[in-house]
């Protein structure tokens, strides 16, 4: 099990489409994918999950991972959130 | 448990249920017998991903380079294969037991309840997303339904919110033993069909889907509009020898008149059937009716599954001109829109279809498409016996087009030197009050007229007879509509044209002696009324039915009118199968 911790950079946070690009990072791997927030931790395969996550900017997040490659999951889907979604910055 | 709606089309029948399409995202729950049935939900479910995936990745590439369409189907996709979505709904089917469309729907109405409370505003215009998705799926699933309604091994009652023609299209005779439905009146869809079925139906009966479970047991008392679901024994034996009753009446109703409808004083009087699906024309035959009153071709379009087929149409119109030969056939172009059809032609969800794009302003709106049509019609017309019809005309420019539109496909035809009826006649469908305050202006240009009684009486009287709310204002004895009749009528006799009547007047005992005193010249109704309309033609004499037709053009209600034909028709004929509703009530 490895896990990062990494802050939402972008000013609107986890909408629609930055769940959609987590999403999309997370189902390329086998081993299963978390994200977690102060409030509840969802499978970060599920897009339903993610977003009613509602991570808003500035949340303190964490990833992890378990199986398969997990070390290379966790990375991923940290520096996918670390782009900010190509989106304002705080 | 007993309920009651409207009584659409006479009988009883007793039969397991079997319910058709629940509206989207609120389907009816269904046990599950074992778990070899839930195994085969799962089954069915994820195969309805896979086809809602495939979907949408069609329609993904068709968008290209729209990055925004792009990225709303690929939200949906990720919405669609959702591994806690998957899971919910599997778990759902596994240990509670439910049909997959349950299933779904009650996974995705908690998902959207949980977007619909987030503050995040982005998120929660996404609610729309997963409706879509839920939409999609349960349409899957039904669709297979609908598969399973055309593999029934034993004969069903068929529930459903509303029948659309797409699908009772497929239905064979003996399949369906009655319509019971939560919607409708007694002039809609499903009651026209039941009537040419010969089945019975009880429609209007508010949320009768929600309380009838697949193979539930069901009674349809099709005389007094009563549903009885789960019966006892006393009931079930009751109504199985009431049914026996009414068969044997029925029967011998058919065996009683081969002959031609004579009124009481030995006028005779022109009695043709409406169909709606080629293979009516056999029970046509044997009621010895006077043709076909009125074909309504809108099947033809579902039949047709690959657009608009020149020869499909031929096929069946040659076919049923020498079948009806030498008695003529009524063929009425299409009549989509309103509450017939939704087609692919009008995509835009309109505010008021009736008021709306439909019949001949579509054909006119594609004058090619139509064209196919009325060229399979100018063919069939060889052998002598064919008429044509368009409905909803309302503007006699409309009409002069439609005539141009023929005339161009005769000249066509003659070029190709393809034989047709150079006199075949053209008539018009009298269904708006436009219609008939300028009738005496359109006249010029038509054989005939056909009064669509439904659709006058809806529009004149500006009510939706869909809606059961408003239904009871619905009366085709207002005087504002027996009137029109009479002006109808009187027009086009000054102009020497005939006209007929071939709405659900045509069929009602109390209107149809004020429809022979009127003057109107041919009655057409459904063939399984044929034999109880030549009865109520043989108890009338020309003259009282002048005298009533007459009286009632004073009268104030529809109520008085339908009081007045009553006690004339009782005193004459007391067996007959009144529905009270008819002369009690506005209905």
């Known amino acids: 099990m490895i896990e990062k911790k990494i802050t939402v950079p972008n000013k609107l946070g986890i909408h629609a489409r930055p769940a959609a690009l987590i999403v999309r990072a997370a189902v390329e791997f086998d081993c299963d994918v978390w994200v977690e927030s102060p409030a509840d931790k969802v499978n970060a395969k599920s897009i339903m999950g993610v977003m009613t996550l509602a991570a808003s900017g500035g949340t303190l997040i964490t990833v992890s991972a378990q199986g398969d490659q997990e070390e290379t999951a966790v990375e991923t889907v940290v520096e996918v959130i670390r782009s900010g979604f190509g989106e304002e910055m705080i | ?587």
Not at chain 2, 345 to 362: C, D, K, Q, T, W
Request: charged letters at 25%; aromatic letters at 6%; a negative charge.
């Open chain 2, 1 to 587: 448990m007993l309920f009651k709606g409207i009584a659409a089309s006479h009988g009883i029948a007793i039969g397991p249920a079997f319910l058709l399409k629940v509206e989207e995202l609120r389907h009816a729950r269904r046990t599950l017998i074992d778990s070899s049935e839930s195994e085969e939900e799962i089954l069915r479910f994820r195969d309805a991903i896979i086809s809602v995936k495939h979907d949408l990745e069609n329609i993904a590439d068709s968008m290209g380079d729209v990055v925004e369409g792009r990225q709303i189907l690929e939200f949906l996709l990720l919405l669609l294969q959702d591994p806690t979505i998957k899971k919910e709904v599997e778990n759902k089917i596994r240990c509670d037991k439910v049909n997959a469309e349950y299933a779904v729907s009650s996974t995705l109405l908690d998902v959207m309840d949980k977007f619909n409370i987030m503050k995040d505003p982005y998120i929660r215009e996404r609610v729309a997303d997963v409706k879509d998705v839920g939409r999609r799926i349960i349409e899957k699933l039904t669709g297979t339904e609908k598969d399973a309604l055309n593999n029934l091994k034993q004969p069903v009652v068929l529930v459903a919110r509303d029948l659309d023609p797409s699908e009772t299209a497929g239905l064979k005779p003996g399949q369906v033993l009655a319509f019971v439905t939560d919607m409708g009146g007694k002039t809609s869809h499903t009651t026209i069909l039941a009537r040419a079925l010969g089945i019975p139906a009880v429609v209007g009966l508010q949320k009768i889907t929600v309380e009838i479970h697949p193979q539930d047991l069901i009674i349809v008392d099709g005389i007094h509009g009563c549903v009885i679901v789960n019966p006892t024994e006393k009931e079930l034996s009751y109504y199985a020898e009431i049914r026996e009753q009414f068969q044997e009446a029925e029967s011998l109703l058919q065996q009683a008149n081969p002959g031609p409808a004579l009124t009481e004083d030995g006028v005779r009087y022109e009695l043709a059937a409406n169909i709606e699906l080629p293979h009516e024309v056999e029970m046509v035959k044997s009621l010895a009716a006077d043709g076909i009153g009125l074909f309504r071709t809108e099947f033809l379009r579902l039949i047709q599954e690959k657009g608009e087929n020149e020869e499909d149409h031929f096929d069946i119109y040659n076919k049923m001109a020498l079948d009806m030969l030498p008695k003529p056939v009524i063929i009425r172009t299409y009549d989509m829109g309103g509450d017939k059809f939704r087609t692919g032609l009008n995509s835009a969800r309109e505010a008021n279809p009736f008021l709306g794009y439909r019949a001949v302003r579509i054909g006119l709106d594609r004058p090619e498409e139509f064209s196919i049509q009325l060229r399979a019609i100018l063919r069939a017309s060889i052998h002598g016996n064919i008429k044509l019809m368009f409905p909803m005309v309302t503007h006699v420019e409309q009409l002069r087009s439609l005539l141009d539109l023929i005339k161009l496909v005769k000249n066509d035809l003659r070029v190709k030197a393809i034989p047709f009826d150079e006199n075949m006649q053209v008539g018009i469908m009298v269904e708006t009050p436009a219609t008939v305050i300028a009738l005496d202006l359109m006249l010029p240009y038509v054989d005939f007229v056909s009064i669509g009684t439904n659709d006058l009486t809806q529009y004149t009287l500006a009510v939706d007879r869909g809606n059961p709310k408003v239904a009871y204002l619905y009366d085709s004895f207002h005087p504002a509509v027996l009137r029109q009749i009479d002006t109808v009528v009187r027009l086009c006799h000054a102009q020497q044209k005939w006209v007929g009547v071939c709405g659900s007047m045509a069929a009602n005992p109390l209107a149809v002696p004020l429809l022979i005193g009127f003057g109107v010249d041919e009655l057409s109704v459904a063939p399984s009324l044929i034999p109880d309309v030549k009865k109520m033609i043989a108890v009338v004499t020309t003259h009282a039915a002048r005298e009533m037709a007459e009286k009632s053009l004073s009268i104030e209600t529809g109520l008085r009118v339908r009081a007045l034909v009553h006690s004339y028709v009782i005193g004459k004929y007391p067996e007959i199968l009144l529905d009270e509703n008819d002369w009690k009530t506005g209905g």
